[in-house]
Nanobody, 115 residues
Framework: QVQLVESGGGLVQPGGSLRLSCAAS????????MGWYRQAPGKQRESVAT???????DYAASVKGRFTVSRDNAKNTVYLQMSSLKPEDTAVYFC?????????WGQGTRVTVSA
């Protein structure tokens, strides 16, 4: 088991920035992939960004160039730096810890992009 606690969400104006954090209760080296997903009202959860144990990253096309995922192994924390935010980025953002046999999820943090 692992507990994942997201933080850093809030209300931001279009064009603004936010940094989300995901603190894990155990070593994130135990998981092949740490990820960020989001779910907007009335839509399915979608992948935003992932980072592997080796530091490899992958991004959804809609956020590439605006979002950056990173990890601090010593703090067992994963970050999502979001810049140039758009109203369509509004969603609940979830952190994930993934292995081939199981995925763990946090409770989510809400991001609202509005003027």
């Amino acid at each position: 088991q692992v507990q994942l606690v997201e933080s850093g969400g809030g209300l931001v104006q279009p064009g603004g920035s936010l940094r989300l954090s995901c603190a894990a209760s155990r070593s994130i080296f135990d998981f092949d992939v740490m990820g960020w997903y989001r779910q907007a009202p009335g839509k399915q959860r979608e992948s935003v960004a992932t980072i592997t144990t080796g530091g490899g990253t992958d991004y959804a096309a809609s956020v590439k160039g605006r979002f950056t995922v990173s990890r601090d192994n010593a703090k067992n924390t994963v970050y999502l730096q979001m810049s140039s935010l758009k109203p369509e980025d509004t969603a609940v953002y979830f952190c994930s810890a993934e292995n081939p046999w199981r995925t763990f999820w946090g409770q989510g943090t809400r991001v609202t992009v509005s003027a």
